[in-house]
């Protein structure tokens, strides 16, 4: 079928609240749930607030929550619903509404404030750096993070638990944590910075139950859980929290 009218409900509302409002709307072939939101702007809700910027899964702009899923809106095809099916788009619930299908996020970008830089080795320029092929890698699947905040919208931790956000990090600051500690040219170890103990003690490790639903909705495919929050739980425990252990291991990996 070219073209079909589909049942939308849409959360409308703000801070103060809200309620769920339905639409029929014209759906057409090759459409994803951004373009029939975009649909809904230019006809009946000219007021209907959505973040986007790409429309191409780049910017991590569109996370909210389709069908009680958390999605990029600009990667949900309409060809996963039935014709006859309500589609039901929700702002993403782990942070406060703004308006409509828009949150503030501000929670991950003050915890990325929180997460100290790589430490460049001291006594070389960046162009002379050099590392194993294998961890250029590792660090490059982290890297492929577009910051959609739907890893740390999904993770139950924080989901619906307000007041274990300033002693929880969630998946994708842990995960940035995991890379800088796997890194084998960061010197915060030499700086006094131990990114173990902060991790477990100030980002809240232990925390996380390797529930996976964070990897679960990564629209990059990062491996979360099994490649950045398990491996940096196990150097933690690895350690002991014993300081001459934890030394060692930093100069035998020079
Ligand atoms: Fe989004 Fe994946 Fe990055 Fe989490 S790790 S913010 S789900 S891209
Ligand atoms: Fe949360 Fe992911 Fe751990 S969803 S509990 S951070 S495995
Ligand atoms: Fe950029 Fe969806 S609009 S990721």
């Known amino acids: 079928v070219v073209s079909y009218k589909a049942h939308f409900r849409v959360w409308r509302g703000n801070a103060a609240g809200g309620e769920l409002r339905d639409y029929d709307v014209e759906v057409n072939e090759g459409e994803v749930v ?75 970008y003050a915890t990325a404030r929180d997460v100290p830089a790589f430490v460049p080795p001291a006594g070389l320029a960046a162009g002379e750096y050099r590392m194993r092929q294998q961890d250029v890698e590792r660090s ?29 990090a969630g998946p994708r600051f842990l995960m940035r944590i995991a890379e800088l500690d796997m890194h084998p040219l960061d010197a915060a170890a030499e700086q006094g910075l131990d990114r173990q103990r902060t991790a477990q003690e100030t980002h809240g490790l232990g925390y996380c139950n390797i529930t996976k639903c964070c990897t679960e909705v990564c629209p990059e495919h990062i491996k979360i859980t099994d490649n950045a929050l398990i491996p940096l739980k196990e150097r933690v425990v690895d350690r002991r929290y014993d300081p001459l252990v934890w030394l060692g291991s930093k100069i035998r990996r020079r």
């Open 140 to 168: 490059q699947e982290f890297r492929k993070c577009i910051e959609c905040f739907l890893c740390q919208n999904v993770c139950h931790v924080i989901r619906d638990h307000e007041e274990n956000k300033p002693v929880f």
């Open 34 to 108: 951004l373009d029939v939101i975009h649909r809904l702007q230019a006809t009946t809700a000219p007021d209907l607030a959505v973040r986007w910027n790409c429309k191409a899964g780049k910017c991590g702009s569109c996370s909210a929550e389709v069908n009680g899923r958390p999605r990029l809106m600009c990667m949900t095809r309409m060809s996963v619903f039935t014709e006859a099916e309500t589609v039901t788009v929700t702002p993403m619930r782990a942070f406060p509404v703004v308006r409509d299908l828009v949150t503030d996020v501000s929670f991950n």
